[in-house]
């Protein structure tokens, strides 16, 4: 897998290709009060209205915007025209895509950041955290990892244990929006490696939900964040970039 340098800019986006896979990153911190929502559906803008605070909504309303901005992009459809479904757990797909040029598609974000990742090859899953410190990781993972992954993690301490904790979960969490199982997949039922950031893996997945292949790669991390995508599918290359400050 090639992965090009991070972050080009927008003006300079590639064809998305069979076996290509588009990563865009949005800010969360831009001036949201500027987006309408035009573009939205009636049911989105319902989702957005039941946000209890004004900024969660504007952010929910910048992501759906931005969603719509990207997917209008690939399907070559006008963004309000675009009709989204969801699987019965939740994951959303496009409605009547195009056969010859599909579209699969996952979002995720955490804190100020947004993620987008488009696929024309085959069902992929992206997931992003923001690295929290007043979390008590070794809990978490006894509760919800495999013992092997707690075991593991148990040998860590300080900012080992929370970046190896961080890339565990977003690793598996990646995985489960690709499957498209949602929580009804049991995150311990599986297991990734977390030790090696270069080459992130599905270690083994002990479910009917699952019985192919899958690839995994690393996204962000840094202090604040970290991300990891999963492809149900084999790309060739993972471009980058910013996603423009204007949506039109």
Not at 56 to 77: E, H, P, Q
Not at 102 to 115: C, E, K, M, R, Y
Not at 185 to 193: C, D, I, Q, R, T
Not at 198 to 208: F, Q, R
Request: proline share 3%; aromatic share 12%.
């Amino acid at each position: 897998m090639i992965r090009s340098d991070y972050r080009q800019a927008a003006a300079t986006v590639t064809e998305l290709t069979g076996n290509g896979v588009h990563i865009w990153q949005l800010s969360l911190l831009a001036n949201s009060e500027v987006i309408s929502g035009d573009t939205l559906s009636k049911n989105e803008i319902r989702q957005a209205e039941r946000f209890h605070f004004t900024t969660d909504r504007l952010k929910f309303i910048l992501t759906r915007t931005m969603l719509r901005s990207l997917l209008s992009r690939y399907a070559g459809v006008e963004a309000k025209k675009l009709t989204l479904a969801y699987n019965r757990h939740g994951k959303p797909y496009l409605l009547n895509p195009d056969r010859d040029k599909p579209v699969f598609f996952n979002v995720t974000h955490s804190q100020d950041i947004a993620l987008f990742a488009f696929s024309r090859q085959g069902e992929i899953g992206i997931d992003i955290e923001y690295m929290r410190d007043n979390i008590k990781y070794l809990e978490l993972a006894q509760r919800f990892f495999s013992a092997q992954e707690y075991q593991a993690l148990a040998q860590l301490s300080g900012n080992e244990l929370k970046t190896g904790f961080y890339r565990c979960w977003t690793r598996k969490e990646a995985f489960i929006k690709a499957v498209g199982t949602g929580l009804s997949f049991s995150l311990g039922k599986f297991a990734v490696n977390f030790d090696n950031n270069d080459n992130p893996k599905l270690l083994w997945a002990d479910t009917p939900h699952f019985s192919g292949t899958c690839n995994m790669f690393p996204i962000l991390d840094d202090e604040y964040y970290c991300a990891a995508l999963a492809c149900l599918c084999h790309p060739g290359q993972v471009d980058f970039y910013y996603c423009p400050q204007n949506l039109d």
